[in-house]
């Protein structure tokens, strides 16, 4: 499973409107949404009109591998699965669920869980569960009417090790045992967020058409900075998609499976503490990066991260220039993203020049982000264990 080379991802805005309600959606305002549902009941906004006067078309899965998509053909079979997944998973993960809710108690105190409003099927607004992460007042006042910054610096103690490894989204669980949400689908979004985005991403209120999802590829497979236009293209494709169990299945085992593995692997690194260097530098030699001129020169990259790199000697760099950042991936894939060199920063004696450099478009930002960052849940299949052991074997053969 892997979207992110999909070609209707790198398509620029023309889409045509699904008939007068995206004029409509357009015209609304944050003063038209209800921010305050009660917690037993299901409130309409004023998405609720205009969802259901979308058609629902059902489409036969398309995806390779196995499918993801959010039409079922029968709401009844789909509301039992659900409910069953998630009963089941929280069972499992009832330890888990109970050990955090203790520390966070001991570490910042009530309320232990956080709720807010989301806009939900046909409109309906619901509460949303997290466990608490942040500083509750001030994250309020800072992400009104947009979505947290990066680097905010509100995570509560227990906040931002939560929020990296999604385990505070665990008691969207009881969201979908009530049947609020989904196992896969849409991620859902306040009010204030989808007013704004509805008014500049074309048919962005396909997803109302369903029912919003604890887990969904968008959230699996692109990381947070990525553009909420792609994202919008992808959750579009799905809300056309029919539902397929076992790609649904297979989707909440990886992605189980990669929030554990993160888990673990943050908890290593705070006890032992990071002594090698950062991850993407390495990546730059184990992905044999090369930054490919216009006009076909190219120099290796021996270092980079998200806003600078180091490139071998060569040539005189005139800068601004503009070139392609090329991959290769450990299974034989090239990925590459087209970026701007801006500023050289530093000279060293042996030649190398450090540089500043941004991303072109989103898309490259999404690439970037996947597969040399990594600031996804589920990486590229090249870096799972299982595929790091076969080349291991294959290599001592």
């Known amino acids: 499973m892997d979207f992110?080379?999909?070609?209707?991802?790198?398509?620029s805005k023309s889409f045509q409107p699904l008939d007068d309600t995206t004029a409509r959606l357009k015209a609304f305002t944050k003063t038209q949404y209800r921010t305050d549902p009660k917690p037993s009941v299901a409130h309409s906004s004023g998405f609720a009109a205009s969802a259901a006067a979308l058609p629902a078309p059902g489409r036969s899965a398309s995806w390779p591998r196995f499918s993801v998509g959010f039409q079922p053909r029968s709401r009844v079979f789909y509301r039992a699965y659900n409910f069953a997944i998630a009963m089941t998973l929280f069972l499992l993960v009832l330890p888990l669920f109970l050990v955090i809710t203790a520390l966070v108690a001991i570490t910042q105190g009530a309320p232990i869980f956080y709720r807010g409003p989301r806009i939900g099927e046909n409109g309906e607004l619901f509460d949303v569960l997290k466990f608490r992460t942040l500083d509750t007042a001030k994250a309020a006042q800072l992400t009104k009417d947009k979505v947290l910054p990066k680097g905010s610096g509100l995570e509560t103690p227990m906040g931002l090790f939560l929020r990296e490894t999604r385990l505070d989204e665990i008691p969207q669980l009881l969201n979908v045992i009530k049947g609020d949400m989904n196992m896969c689908g849409p991620r859902p979004v306040r009010p204030e967020i989808a007013a704004q985005y509805a008014s500049s991403i074309p048919n962005y209120e396909r997803r109302f058409r369903v029912k919003p999802g604890m887990i969904g590829p968008a959230q699996a497979f692109m990381s947070h900075g990525t553009s909420k236009a792609i994202r919008s293209r992808l959750?579009?494709?799905?809300?056309?998609?029919?539902?397929?169990?076992?790609?649904?299945?297979?989707?909440?085992?990886?992605?189980?499976?990669?929030?554990?593995?993160?888990?673990?692997?943050?908890?290593?690194?705070?006890?032992?503490?990071?002594?090698?260097?950062?991850?993407?530098?390495?990546?730059a030699r184990q992905y044999d990066m090369r930054f490919v001129c216009d006009d076909g020169s190219e120099r290796a990259v021996f270092w980079v991260d998200e806003d600078q790199l180091i490139l071998e000697q060569g040539s005189a760099l005139n800068?601004?220039?503009?070139?392609?950042?090329?991959?290769?991936?450990?299974?034989?894939q090239t990925r590459s993203a087209t970026v701007d060199l801006s500023t050289v920063q530093a000279t060293a004696p042996n030649g190398r020049v450090q540089v500043g450099y941004s991303p072109k478009s989103d898309f490259?930002?999404?690439i970037l982000s996947r597969y040399l960052f990594q600031s996804v849940v589920v990486p590229h299949r090249s870096e799972f264990l299982s595929a790091r052991l076969r080349r291991a074997l294959s290599r001592g053969t």
Do not use: Q, W
């Open 319 to 332: 800068v601004p220039l503009t070139g392609r950042l090329v991959m290769h991936l450990p299974n034989g």
């Open 235 to 283: 959750n579009n494709k799905l809300c056309r998609t029919e539902v397929s169990y076992l790609g649904e299945i297979s989707l909440v085992f990886i992605v189980g499976v990669c929030v554990m593995a993160r888990t673990g692997s943050r908890i290593l690194s705070r006890l032992f503490g990071g002594k090698a260097e950062r991850i993407e530098a390495a990546r």
């Open 364 to 366: 490259s930002t999404h």
């Open 4 to 11: 992110s080379t999909n070609n209707d991802l790198e398509k």
